[in-house]
């Protein structure tokens, strides 16, 4: 309590009877009291989490309220990799449109390979993806997360317990039918080992994946972000992805023709990394968030400009 009045610039009997009002007004207890401090009760982190993306929202709109990108108006045609939509679509979606309120967003959530192509044929504007070697569209790499082994609830599956790569190779599996992604991952990771996988399911549904796993009928190599509420319920459990351990990676990416000034295509790429750099720092998305100033060197450093 004492740190956060400092951070506010208020007194800290002031912040705590404030906090007192607020328990008063809900009805529950938000903070335990301990020896080294306090802490959140179970009802006070559902609560801080149920508020933490509209105060963000709200803290943006405020930022940006001033700013001549607030008044644009135009639609903006965004596209988010399936996995990612999983996670941080609420949390994304809602930045932008706190960020330029004047906007209207046209969402597309699919495969890299389909986001790509609608960024190539000028339907989608900009778009979170894996990396493509592909000099038609620029791409700025944002973050990486770990790849683990997914099972349905009657496996032995242990998140304490890893299971090696040629161990994963013996299972059948249900894979992305897109060829980049994790998928291209794990083919490579088998090919260094000279091995095969058994890829007995191939979709880009994650819904269809998770139920297939689900009932038994295969395994799953995914991120703990795509599976968080099922592991949390029981209903799907995993183990680590061990010799060689897994990840995979997505950045912003955005067409040649993007039709977009510059410092609108800036300013949205800006919002989109804040955005996922809270995600991982408060733990809602487990990923690594990467250097803003490191470039994927197959791309030049910033999209074209129309204006």
């Given at each position: 309590m004492t740190r956060a009045a400092s951070v506010l610039g208020i007194a800290q009997p002031a912040l705590s009877r404030q906090m007192r009002l607020l328990e008063e007004n809900l009805g529950v207890?938000?903070?335990r009291r301990t020896s080294r401090g306090v802490e959140l009760t179970e009802e006070g982190e559902r609560f801080r989490a149920s508020t933490a993306a509209p105060l963000r929202q709200l803290e943006l709109a405020f930022h940006y309220a001033g700013s001549p990108l607030a008044r644009i108006e135009r639609a903006l045609r965004f596209g988010m990799h399936t996995t990612v939509a999983n996670v941080a679509g609420t949390a994304?979606?809602?930045?932008?449109?706190?960020?330029f309120p004047r906007m209207s967003f046209d969402v597309t959530v699919g495969s890299t390979d389909h986001l790509v192509e609608g960024m190539i044929k000028g339907a989608i504007d900009t778009a979170i993806i894996n990396p493509v070697p592909d000099d038609r569209v620029f791409?700025?790499?944002m973050l990486a997360e770990g790849l683990v082994v997914v099972g349905g609830p009657t496996t032995a599956l242990r998140s304490d317990h890893p299971?090696?790569?040629l161990e994963l190779a013996q299972l059948p599996l249900v894979m992305p039918a897109s060829p980049t992604g994790i998928g291209k991952t794990v083919e490579n990771a088998a090919l260094r080992l000279k091995t095969t996988i058994d890829s007995r399911f191939a979709t880009d549904s994650?819904?269809?994946?998770?139920?297939?796993?689900h009932a038994g009928h295969a395994y799953g190599v995914l991120p703990v972000s795509a599976c968080a509420a099922e592991f949390q319920t029981g209903w799907l459990c995993y183990a680590p992805l061990s010799q060689p351990e897994l990840s995979q990676q997505f950045g912003v990416a955005a067409s040649r023709q993007l039709d977009l000034p510059?410092?609108?295509?800036t300013k949205i790429g800006d919002v989109i990394r804040e955005e996922v750099a809270q995600l991982t720092r408060s733990g809602a998305w487990p990923a690594v968030f990467l250097s803003p100033n490191r470039w994927n060197p197959?791309?030049?450093?910033?999209?074209?400009?129309?204006?």
């Open positions: 207890v938000l903070f994304l979606v809602g930045g932008l449109s706190a960020a791409y700025r790499e299971i090696e790569f994650l819904q269809l994946a998770k139920e297939l796993i510059r410092e609108v295509a197959n791309f030049p450093d910033q999209p074209p400009s129309s204006g």
